[in-house]
């Protein structure tokens, strides 16, 4: 069984649309996929939901704080756990998911404010023992990116220069908000427009696969 944690110490950087999609892809490739949705604002677990009645269903988990034995509920045979962390979370906060995730994925936003808050998030991560000595991969993501602007260039080759590989740039598009207020993802589409975004994620699927 393998389990991704995905989290940030900064609100809104669109964490819960990564973990949804990590959910949908694995659970499209035949994979029995769990989402343990850790988050107070159960977004990931509305999105499930509406998911339940198709052939690539994702069982959501409460991993809250009140819940903190989610662990037990994941049922036998489970083959891809997704994580998504509470929102704003410092690595104190994440032990929990730190303890069991093999693959740690850190969203960021292009903007100095969001590069600023990522720092110290991380410089707290590096001390975990799991990530200092290599059991906890950690894969930064480029996200609601315009690649077209200096903006969006600059902030990515900073993050290239930090010491955590950049797995992914996704571009910035609506169609996120709209696929996860209907429980889907763009693996469940196949359109010209769905493909050219699909090989945004390539990078990240790769990466995670190797954890």
Known sequence: ????????????????????????ESALAGRRTVLVDADPQGSSTRWAERRSGMDSAVLPIDGSSRHRSAWRSIPEGTERVVIDA?????ADALEVYLEHADALVVPVLPSALDIDA??????????HPRIRGGALRVGLVGNRLRPWTNASQQAMDLLRQWPYPLVAELRDSQAYVMLVGFGKSLYDYNSALVRDHQADWQPLLRWVRKA
């Open 1 to 24: 069984m393998k389990t991704v944690l995905v989290a940030s110490s900064k609100g809104g950087v669109g964490k819960t649309t990564i973990a949804t999609h990590l959910a949908a």
């Open 86 to 90: 509470p929102a704003g979370a410092q």
């Open 118 to 127: 990522t720092v110290p998030f991380l410089n707290t991560l590096a001390r």
